[in-house]
């Protein structure tokens, strides 16, 4: 079936290092992809909509230059967490959607971000 | 604005036995509604999509409801394994596109 790659899984680094994350799906075509992220107990909050080709759409209170987002292709997004800090810390998830609105959305296993 | 209610918020059961989670929603309009299980550290993996014209939906031991009327939604867990343990999450998707709303989920905990 149609699965979403994300990598890393794990990422632990120092206070403003800037941290990119790859999201690919391995079977299927996305021109839309989603980055999320999630506290611990807490439900996945949408950041942003990755579009391919164009712009992100970034969700109210998300800075779109903190988290710097390019979809280059039909199968890669990537997340970039600059000048992270330890309030950065979170679990990133990100998801692309079969075509067609009634197909699942398909979730990477997300990146645990520890910034110390 | 569109939310989506589960309850309860953690579970606790023993192996072998059945449970019910629930979903209310208040998104609208309605487009689907989704069944998702998460593992601990990992992402979201779908259990069941229900669209309005359905009332019910099962994949394995899991097995989903929906009341479009009054925006209820339920699942059913049948016969509990240890495997079961995670977070399920009911999310709802209104016809505006792929915009998800996400419940907080309800924390399944299976024990021996």
């Known amino acids: 079936g149609a699965v979403v790659s994300q990598h890393p899984s794990w990422v632990i680094c120092k206070s403003g290092t800037s941290v990119k994350i790859e999201c690919r799906s391995l079977?299927?075509?996305?021109?839309?992809m989603f980055w999320y992220r999630q506290f611990p107990k807490q439900s996945l909050m949408l950041m942003a909509t990755?579009?391919?080709?164009?712009?992100?759409?970034?969700e109210q209170g998300v800075e779109k230059d903190k988290f710097l987002i390019n979809h280059a292709s039909l199968t890669l997004s990537t997340l970039t967490v600059t000048s992270a800090h330890p309030e950065d810390s979170s679990f990133y998830i990100c998801s692309a959607p079969s075509e067609g609105v009634n197909q699942p959305q398909h979730f990477g296993d997300g990146t645990r971000l520890s910034i110390l | 604005k569109n939310q989506v209610e589960q309850s309860p918020q953690s579970l606790i059961i023993l192996e072998g036995k059945n449970c019910t989670l629930q979903?209310?929603?208040?998104?609208?309009?309605?487009?689907?509604l989704r069944w998702y299980k998460q593992d601990t550290g990992r992402g979201p993996v779908s259990l069941t999509i229900?669209?309005?014209?359905?009332n019910t939906k099962s994949n394995g031991r899991y097995t989903a409801t929906l009341d479009a009327d009054t925006k209820q939604s339920s699942l059913h867990i049948t016969a509990s394994q240890l495997s079961d343990s995670a977070s399920y999450i009911c999310?709802?998707?209104?016809?505006?596109?792929?915009?998800?709303?996400f419940g907080k989920g309800t924390s399944l905990l299976v024990t021996p």
């Open positions: 999310v709802v998707t209104s016809n505006s596109g792929y915009a998800l709303n």
């Open positions: 979903c209310n929603y208040t998104v609208s309009p309605f487009s689907n």
């Open positions: 079977d299927f075509q996305a021109t839309t």
């Open positions: 990755s579009n391919e080709g164009s712009k992100a759409t970034y």
């Open positions: 229900m669209t309005f014209s359905e």
